[in-house]
């Protein structure tokens, strides 16, 4: 028995547990309506994706604030599901899309992005916010077929072999 323990705890810091949140889902860019501009082309991050699905995270998963340069979520890969509406309607065309971090959603003055840490909630009780980006495509493959603005649902860090796309300086 105690051989078993000790290859278990040996084991132990081998595993890998995938970082999973409650996650908001949200669109950015060209034609938004905050008049956002281009996602693809300058980003917080230092470089863009054309093709690929990128997205901006919200402040405290990216890691830094505005003008602060690239956080150390840049570049990773999250696999984002929508599951309900902002009122909480199942989505008529639930999803699934792999992004890559290229971009701030920045927490001032905005309540979706706007939580301090990983263990605080915005309005719709998601740790997260992912903000995808217009231009990239993301927003019409994942938000359209709902008719849908903002989708709740998860997001879980996943291995960027699982993105399909190509990073631009």
Excluded: H, R
């Excluded at 990128?54 to 840049?74: E, I, K, R």
């Excluded at 706007?114 to 992912?130: I, K, M, T, W």
């Excluded at 879980?156 to 699982?162: L, R």
């Amino acid at each position: 028995m105690a051989y078993k323990t000790i290859f278990l705890f040996t084991l132990l810091p081998m595993l890998t547990f995938a970082q999973t949140y409650n996650a908001t889902i949200t669109e950015y860019g060209s034609g938004d309506s905050n008049d956002s501009g281009n996602c693809n082309q300058v980003t917080a991050c230092g470089f863009y994706t054309q093709p690929g699905y990128s997205a901006a995270a919200s402040q405290a998963l990216f890691g830094v604030g505005p003008g602060q340069g690239a956080g150390p979520a840049c570049g990773g890969c999250w696999q984002l599901t929508g599951e309900k509406d902002s009122v909480g309607n199942p989505l008529s065309s639930p999803g699934t899309i792999v992004v890559m971090v290229t971009n701030l959603c920045p927490s001032g003055g905005n309540q979706i992005c706007g939580q301090p840490n990983l263990d605080s909630v915005n309005q719709y009780g998601a740790e997260v916010n992912f903000d995808l980006c217009i231009n990239s495509g993301a927003a019409d493959v994942f938000l359209t077929p709902s008719g849908v603005g903002l989708a709740v649902g998860t997001a879980t860090k996943v291995d960027c072999s699982q993105w399909s796309g190509t990073i631009n300086y």
